[in-house]
């Protein structure tokens, strides 16, 4: 059974590059999307973004100019870079892997997600 | 950007009483295959979210079949058929039509 953990540094100052991993175990990263999600506190859902396995990504437009998802297949992981963060960027950060369906591997839901990271921005 | 709403925003139930919860998209979910790319999660208190619904009406698997999907085009519900104490938390609908990919507000159900 897949399972995917987060890890990285649980504080972050301001201004500077917010960098979470997910690792992937009981599983390779072939034939899946993987993404990362994000949820402030108390508050709801947002994707940030998911690179399939190929190596194409695909991010939220609100953060594609500060998002990198990369893949490390030989360490079967995959990791997430957010540039000049700020207290809006304070939240608990999830990744998942992404099924997809039919010939274009159209992405239909997430199963399983991490326990998620909670980064804080602060100085 | 689809746009994702739901209603209500929270909810108490009676162990044992039915529940339903609303998602209207501001686009169609339709592909042209005729597949609805809704999502129902739910996120239990400490927890990460859960799927429980997969193309609008799919029952993910070891989810008690309780929980029904239905709806199609712009309009979804979830419903409960009879809600138990392990049923608190926070329920989302997601899009995963086109990208952005985004999720409703949540709707908390709490039990009386």
């Known amino acids: 059974q897949v399972q995917l953990q987060e890890s990285g540094p649980g504080l972050v100052k301001p201004s500077e590059t917010l960098s979470l991993t997910c690792t992937v175990s009981g599983g390779s990263l072939s034939d899946h999307y993987w993404s990362w999600i994000r949820q402030p506190p108390g508050k709801g859902l947002e994707w940030i973004g998911y690179?399939?396995?190929?190596?194409?990504?695909n991010y939220n437009p609100s953060l594609r100019s500060r998002v990198t998802i990369s893949l490390d297949t030989s360490k079967n992981l995959f990791s997430l870079k957010v540039s000049s963060v700020n207290a809006a960027d304070t939240a608990v950060y999830y990744c998942?892997?992404?099924?997809?369906?039919?010939?274009?591997?159209?992405?239909?839901?997430?199963?399983?997600w991490g326990q998620g990271a909670l980064v804080t921005v602060s100085s | 950007e689809i746009v994702m709403t739901q209603s209500p925003l929270s909810l108490s139930v009676t162990p044992g009483e039915p529940a339903s919860i609303s998602c209207r998209s501001s686009q169609s979910l339709v592909d042209s295959y005729g597949y609805n790319y809704l999502v129902w999660y739910l996120q239990k208190p400490g927890q990460s979210p859960q799927v429980l619904i997969y193309?609008?009406?799919n029952r993910a698997s070891g989810v008690p079949d309780r929980f029904s999907g239905s709806g199609s085009g712009t309009d979804f519900t979830l419903k409960i058929s009879r809600v138990e104490a392990e049923d608190v938390g926070v329920y989302y609908c997601?899009?995963?039509?086109?990208?952005?990919?985004?999720f409703g507000q949540g709707t908390r159900l709490e039990i009386q």
């Open positions: 997601m899009q995963a039509l086109q990208a952005p990919i985004t």
């Open positions: 998942a892997r992404g099924y997809c369906r039919g010939a274009g591997c159209q992405l239909y839901y997430f199963d399983p």
């Open positions: 690179i399939y396995h190929s190596g194409t990504t």
């Open positions: 193309l609008g009406s």
